[in-house]
């Protein structure tokens, strides 16, 4: 058995500029965008006939680093790294897999938390509203800078997932295969709301000032609550009983029982909380508020026809995987989907988790991605 350390997998985020002011995105809102730079890592080697790659395509506030470390740290490990990897459900030694952060993102790939050209000043609420399939274009840029001739697979859960569902409407030619997990052809008015409620959140914070407060410090308390209702969407109700109970912070109990003692807070409450500060440290509030409304406006059949006539047209072999406890994204609408995929198959996670267990049930989902992808010719 050979021994390897953790320093051997340590990976670096990249960037490049795919778009300029000679050669700008033109999105589907109608504005042009340049300089558009995208951040990506890549693992394992393309082939020479360039057709061994897989996309990966992230979540919401999910960035380019899938897998390996950033560091010597363990905690600085890719989000989806148990699942990528010599030997693994996306094995290295077989495919080259590609991770970037898609358009609007804040981890590198240009956002409104990027400089304007025309002010020198970050974009904020100026940025143009992005689509999934802007996000897609920029994809397939970075796919033909990287000389990949054809992707093997795209997979994605959640956002990911309308990603994916796109790519295979978008460049049909380009794509042998889709694996879109936990997602939707259109987001539902259940999905809507929540984002709805997520970004009043924020908006309704007076430290948001218009989106321009990059010089003040970000909303903190606004999207620490946009981030505590989409965690209470992203597990179940079993998730939670299992977890917390009705238990205290502190089991003995102090004051009366109908007092509030802010220090003494039920578990699930502390949880959510300590869930929002996480997010706060770590990502801006205009790009939540963006993304959210890029995942509002996804409709596959927007502008081409019935979302039944797009998805009948996408003729290579689709995985579709839903998650039995997912709330967000329930099974009825993921085997809905497959049924309007020419050639898909339905696989379904048993998981207590909710929707965040594709994040979690790396081995269930492993053996319906290794099943597939055999298949895959």
Known sequence: MIMTTLTEHIVATKDVQLFSGNNPLETECGEKLAPVTVAYETYGELNDAGDNAILVCHALTGSAHAAGFLSGDAKSAGWWDSFIGEGKTLDTQKYFVVCSNFLGGCYGTTGPVSPDPRTGRPYGMSFPQMTIRDMVRVQKALADFLGVRQLRTIIGGSLGGMQALEW???YPGFVRSLIPIATASAHSPWCIGLNGIARQAIMNDPEWRQGDYYNHGQPEKGLSLARQVAMVSYRSEASFLERFHRERIKSNGHGTRTGFDPENLFQVESYLRYQGKKLVDRFDANTYIYISRAM??????????????????????????????????????????????????????????????FLIEFEQLGRFVEEFLRDVR
């Open 168 to 170: 295979g409407v978008m």
């Open 296 to 357: 509002d406006l996804h409709d596959v059949g927007y502008g081409r026809g019935s979302i039944e006539d797009v998805l009948s047209s996408v003729n290579v072999p689709v995985l579709c995987v839903g998650i039995d406890s997912d709330i967000l994204y329930p099974v009825s609408e993921q085997k809905k989907l497959a049924s309007q995929l020419p050639r898909a198959r339905y696989r379904e996670i048993s998981s207590p988790f909710g929707h965040d267990a």
